[in-house]
């Protein structure tokens, strides 16, 4: 089950070390920091739904928290919990809001925060559209690449199992022998 609190925690720790950054690169921060995790240890951060679309790998219900003023599939108490960490500062840039006490991460484990800071470390520092584009290179876009590119299709389902990938030279460093072990986890081969 999507947790809200879990993406609305993801996302301000994001925001609150890189700084004001937009919709799509947050996107993209969870999805790579989603890939990390379940690769490294069995699940993702969000349990987001993962739909392939024009720019890349997009986790439904991040998008939907990251719109919150313009859709209403989470609910007041989410709304109320995500306009404390983080507020719109432009059209699709988004700030981490200063809070007097450092919040206790109620849905984040230690786990989650290696994710991102792992996720920070390889992709903060890259622009909105190199990060769009990196995306682009792993097999779980890449199998829809001619859908898109003839305008078949505006969207298509993910499998989980199918973010346990890597390509060549991949930034976190996993090895083909890590995808065996974190699909034989996955499928409760183990």
């Not at 290179?137 to 078949?152: D, G």
């Not at 976190?172 to 022998?177: D, E, L, M, T, Y």
Request: aromatic content about 14%.
């Amino acid at each position: 089950m999507v947790e809200a609190g879990t993406i609305i925690e993801s996302i301000y720790y994001l925001l609150k070390r890189i700084g004001p950054t937009d919709k799509l690169k947050l996107v993209k921060l969870l999805y790579f920091a989603d890939k990390f995790h379940l690769i490294k240890y069995g699940r993702t951060i969000t349990n987001d739904e993962y739909w392939a679309m024009d720019h890349g790998p997009v986790g439904s219900n991040i998008k939907d928290v990251l719109e919150y003023d313009s859709i209403l599939s989470i609910s007041k108490n989410e709304l109320k919990y995500a306009e404390k960490f983080f507020s719109k500062v432009k059209r699709n840039k988004f700030q981490a809001n200063d809070i007097e006490v450092s919040p206790e991460f109620n849905f984040l484990s230690e786990t989650d925060i290696e994710a991102l800071d792992m996720t920070i470390k390889h992709f903060s520092s890259m622009s909105t559209w190199k990060i769009r584009d990196f995306s682009h290179k792993y097999p779980e876009w890449t199998q829809y690449e001619e859908l898109f590119e003839n305008k078949e299709t505006r969207r298509e389902r993910i499998q989980t199992e199918e973010l346990i990938s890597i390509i060549p030279n991949d930034p976190f460093g996993f090895s083909a022998k890590d995808i065996e072990n974190a699909k034989s986890i996955f499928n409760g081969v183990c």
